[in-house]
């Protein structure tokens, strides 16, 4: 009998040291889990802050292309000149001056008749 309990003894020990090494690989891997996790949480962090620059930065192309959008619209008020030849070209502000002196050529010519 007391070979019996010896030997579960020896099972029992022989056991035990199975589980300390079973609980310390899990030691182990739970704890390169929490540093895996820890890492993903800093770079969603990370980004999660590029992100809202980029937020941003759409935000504030979003808004000049409004105003863009607003000034290019014409206004019946600001705009009682306008022509279809001004969108072409036609009649640019650097030509003025010729066609104020064919005018003023035009309304000598007039009174002189």
Do not use: C
């Not at 899990?26 to 802050?49: G, H, P, R, Y």
């Not at 008020?77 to 072409?88: G, H, K, L, S």
């Amino acid at each position: 009998m007391s070979r019996d309990v010896d030997h579960i003894i020896k099972e029992v020990l022989k056991s035990n040291k199975e589980i300390y090494n079973m609980d310390k690989d899990l030691s182990k891997d739970i704890a390169n889990l929490q540093k895996s996790v820890k890492n993903i949480e800093n770079k969603l962090k990370s980004m999660d802050e590029t992100l809202e620059k980029l937020l941003d930065i759409l935000n504030t192309i979003t808004v000049f292309i409004e105003e863009a959008d607003e000034n290019d619209e014409p206004d019946s008020e600001d705009n009682e000149d306008w022509t279809p030849y001004d969108e072409r070209g036609i009649l640019d502000n650097d030509n003025d001056d010729e066609y104020q002196d064919d005018e003023d050529e035009w309304n000598n010519h007039e009174d002189e008749s």
